[in-house]
């Protein structure tokens, strides 16, 4: 069983940054994949990046994040990262952090364990 709390959310103006973190309690957080999707208001939970579990951590990203946002993972802290550079309004969202017992996955319904979310806000 895993736990997960997200934290970082904020308002930032376009072109800013932020860091989002998810905080997991848990021993086998070392062997979940962790993902974070977004949702804005009215639309569909939408998949931003994972990554693997194991020494490997391949990642995997949206076309519309790539080489703005970077996800790792701290297995030592229990700890994982969203680095989001170059915002846009577009990226407003409630940030979600997942994880699950998993490879490559990028639909919602694959991950079972899921923080509350935080919001990201980007004023333009």
């Known amino acids: 069983h895993v736990q997960l709390v997200e934290s970082g959310g904020g308002l930032v103006q376009a072109g800013g940054s932020l860091r989002l973190s998810c905080a997991a309690s848990?021993?086998?957080?070392?062997?979940?994949?962790v993902a974070w999707f977004r949702q804005a208001p009215g639309k569909e939970r939408d998949f931003v990046a994972s990554?693997?579990?194991?020494?490997?951590?391949?990642?995997y990203y949206a076309d519309y994040v790539k080489d703005r946002f970077t996800i790792s993972r701290d297995n030592a802290k229990n700890t994982a990262s969203l680095v989001m550079n170059s915002l846009k309004p577009e990226d407003t969202a409630v940030y979600y952090c997942?994880?699950?017992?998993?490879?490559?996955?990028?639909?919602?319904?694959?991950?079972?364990?899921w923080g509350q979310g935080t919001q990201v806000t980007v004023s333009s």
């Open positions: 997942a994880a699950d017992y998993l490879g490559r996955a990028s639909r919602s319904s694959e991950y079972g364990y």
């Open positions: 848990g021993r086998t957080f070392i062997s979940c994949a």
């Open positions: 990554i693997m579990w194991g020494s490997d951590a391949s990642t």
